[in-house]
């Protein structure tokens, strides 16, 4: 790009953002803590000798996450308490602003009447305990309630196959947190010092708010069902999403590049935005292509001929090997009625209709959507990565891909035909041909 192409593109942008800015201020007075929140984000460039401190003079703004080895710097900027961004600077370095505040949402509706019960998982040996077989006479006993879905998509033969049940792997799940002293995560996750909470702004990465309203109780689900289908591998847990389920887009961007830093191999986003972000593909491209982490994200919920981001970046370039975007189907595999869907863009679909999965507090909650699909993908590559792989890390998710159940067969789904992805997840399928016997 030219550097008078370069400088309008920087211009535009931060002007128009400018302006919708001005618009959100005046119609609707922001709280002190979200007018403390970056207005925009950019990921600047990081050389040798760069610090927060000299990318801040250089720039403006404020360094949200400085990552030396990817060579990249999240900066936020228009909190009113930082200076103004040095627009030659940025437009040199061929950096965009782009909006921040509240792009991205988890996609998830908690069933709370008639689904509620307490957990009864009580501790790890209920999970991964002994046997290593979370089945007993063809009922998924830890959970006997998702039994039906998970034999859609054969989890007890893939439990027989993928004997290590994902240990070793780790999956960082960046979300709404996690209620930590739940049972269903005791033994299962990260060291602490690995934890983090960007809404928080520190290392505890809880879930906070009121079971039944916005968001709260999301993480907790997908981390669980992450752990349901793969029973010792280990979760990270990142908090980016407040208790209404919104998050800023510096703070997504951010926990992408720290998944990496501490060595997830495995990213669950279940969350997205209708806005395309640079920022957030930046990251994404960083940790599949350099870090040979497989990212995989929820398709959105608004039953629409269009998937969220990242979701809809997950289908091309050589970040797109690495990347799978998850829709959602019911137990009969019929499109779920809130799942998004797009041709070529939507690659894979599980099922994500009354999925139980702990609940903050000690409960077993019901949620749908296409966030509880998502992990039952993340869990299944985590199968597949805790055993030797027959095929090269980059064809992973196409092995999971291409061994889906077809999901158009005697006019399935006929109203949605080549809009759903190759198809439905199918464990037995996958990991027969993707991990070496
Ligand atoms: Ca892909």
């Known amino acids: 790009m030219k550097p008078s192409k370069m400088l309008q593109t920087a211009l535009g942008l931060c002007t128009a953002a400018l302006i919708v800015g001005c618009n959100q201020s005046s119609t609707a007075p922001t709280a002190q803590a979200e007018s403390k929140r970056p207005e925009y984000?950019?990921?600047?460039?990081?050389?040798?000798?760069?610090?927060?401190?000299?990318?801040?003079?250089?720039?403006?703004?404020?360094?949200?996450e400085f990552n030396a080895e990817a060579g990249v710097a999240i900066m936020g900027t228009g909190d009113g308490q930082t200076q103004a961004l040095n627009m030659q600077a940025l437009s040199l370095s061929g950096v965009r602003a782009e909006p921040n505040r509240k792009q991205?949402?988890?996609?998830?509706?908690?069933?709370?009447?008639?689904?509620?019960?307490?957990w009864a998982g009580g501790s790890r040996s209920m999970w991964a305990g002994g046997s290593r077989s979370?089945?007993?006479?063809?009922?998924?006993?830890?959970?006997?309630?998702?039994?039906?879905?998970?034999?859609?998509?054969?989890?007890?033969?893939?439990h027989a196959l993928a004997p290590n049940l994902g240990a070793g792997v780790k999956v960082a799940v960046i979300d709404t947190g996690l209620d930590l002293g739940h049972a269903a995560f005791a033994g299962s996750l990260a060291p602490v010092t690995e934890w983090k909470d960007y809404v928080g702004g520190d290392a505890v990465p809880q879930e906070e708010g009121t079971l039944g309203v916005g968001g709260y109780g999301h993480g907790t689900a997908v981390a669980s069902i992450v752990l349901q289908v793969?029973?010792?591998?280990?979760?990270?847990?990142?908090?980016?999403?407040?208790?209404?389920?919104?998050?800023?887009?510096?703070?997504?961007?951010?926990?992408?590049?720290?998944?990496?830093e501490q060595?997830?191999?495995?990213?669950?986003l279940s969350l997205g935005s209708v806005t395309r972000s640079d920022v957030i593909e930046q990251a994404v491209k960083y940790v599949t292509e350099k870090k040979n982490i497989l990212v995989v994200s929820s398709a959105g919920n608004e039953n629409t001929n269009a998937i969220t981001y990242p979701a809809a970046h997950a289908f091309d370039?050589?970040?797109?090997?690495?990347?799978?975007?998850?829709?959602?189907?019911?137990a009969r595999d019929l499109k779920s009625s809130f799942s998004n869907y797009q041709k070529d863009k939507l690659e894979l679909m599980a099922p994500g209709e009354n999925i139980f999965a702990a609940g903050p507090g000690g409960l077993l909650v019901s949620w749908s959507g296409t966030s509880m699909?998502?992990?039952?993908?993340?869990?299944?590559?985590?199968?597949?990565?805790?055993?030797?792989?027959?095929?090269g890390l980059k064809d992973v998710t196409k092995k999971m891909?291409?061994?889906?159940?077809?999901?158009?067969?005697?006019?399935?789904?006929?109203?949605?035909?080549?809009?759903?992805?190759?198809?439905?997840?199918?464990?037995?399928?996958?990991?027969?041909?993707?991990?070496?016997?």
């Open 401 to 437: 891909t291409e061994n889906g159940q077809d999901l158009y067969t005697g006019g399935l789904n006929s109203a949605y035909k080549d809009m759903l992805g190759k198809g439905r997840l199918n464990l037995e399928r996958f990991l027969t041909n993707a991990v070496k016997y």
């Open 41 to 64: 984000v950019m990921s600047v460039p990081v050389t040798a000798g760069d610090t927060p401190q000299t990318l801040e003079a250089r720039y403006g703004g404020r360094v949200v």
């Open 230 to 260: 793969a029973p010792l591998a280990t979760i990270l847990p990142i908090r980016v999403l407040d208790s209404d389920g919104a998050g800023d887009t510096d703070h997504v961007a951010s926990a992408i590049y720290y998944a990496a």
């Open 317 to 330: 370039g050589a970040d797109g090997d690495r990347s799978l975007s998850v829709g959602s189907v019911n």
């Open 373 to 391: 699909a998502a992990p039952i993908v993340t869990g299944g590559l985590a199968l597949a990565l805790g055993q030797t792989l027959s095929v």
């Open 134 to 158: 979370m089945w007993a006479g063809g009922v998924y006993a830890s959970v006997a309630e998702n039994t039906v879905s998970f034999q859609q998509v054969k989890l007890e033969r893939a």
């Open 104 to 118: 991205f949402r988890g996609g998830g509706v908690a069933m709370m009447s008639g689904s509620r019960s307490m």
């Open 263 to 268: 060595g997830a191999r495995v990213i669950n």
